[in-house]
């Protein structure tokens, strides 16, 4: 599954914004029975191999995206050091009015892009491109030194996110 911010906007540069998200998966996997298996936090995306112990994913989901959305909207407002905050907070009141299920912002993309994984082949290559993807993108050298992902955890360390090991 992959969340997107609208716009493709790198709000996750910032780290309070990023620790969010962090925060609000392992909020999640204690209290409303997300299972992750992997991870990855990109500037304006997330990556994420999940499942529900508990009731329906899909409401799982609904509520960590709208409180996400929320909590990191109003960091964002209330940051004066933000240099990008009257821009970022312009293209999110744009999507927002473009969307009848807003009240006023708009944060994540409506599409999660869900891909079901039927086969061991297909989750190597989803759990491969999550954790290849800060190495792609030329942030790190190695998939296990960046900081937002589950590679630390499947490279034998200990990350931000528990994980179940697929």
Not at 5 to 15: A, M, S, Y
Not at 57 to 72: C, E, G, M, Q
Request: with cysteine; aromatic share 12%; net charge neutral.
């Amino acid at each position: 599954m992959t969340f997107a911010v609208v716009e493709w906007i790198d709000v996750f540069t910032r780290r309070q914004y990023a620790d969010v998200v962090v925060d609000s998966l392992n909020y999640c996997q204690k209290e409303k029975g997300l299972e992750i298996d992997a991870w990855c936090l990109m500037s304006n995306h997330l990556h994420l191999i999940i499942s529900s112990s508990k009731g329906e994913l899909s409401d799982v989901l609904r509520d960590f995206k709208k409180f996400t959305a929320s909590k990191i909207l109003k960091s964002i407002e209330n940051n004066v050091q933000e240099s990008r905050r009257a821009w970022m907070l312009w293209i999110f009141k744009s999507a927002g009015a473009k969307n009848s299920n807003n009240k006023i912002y708009q944060f994540w993309r409506q599409s999660n892009q869900p891909k079901e994984l039927e086969t061991n082949k297909f989750k190597d290559e989803k759990l491969n491109y999550i954790h290849m993807n800060p190495v792609e993108a030329g942030v790190v050298n190695e998939a296990e030194h960046y900081r937002y992902s589950s590679a630390i955890d499947y490279s034998g360390g200990k990350g931000l996110v528990e994980v179940c090991f697929l």
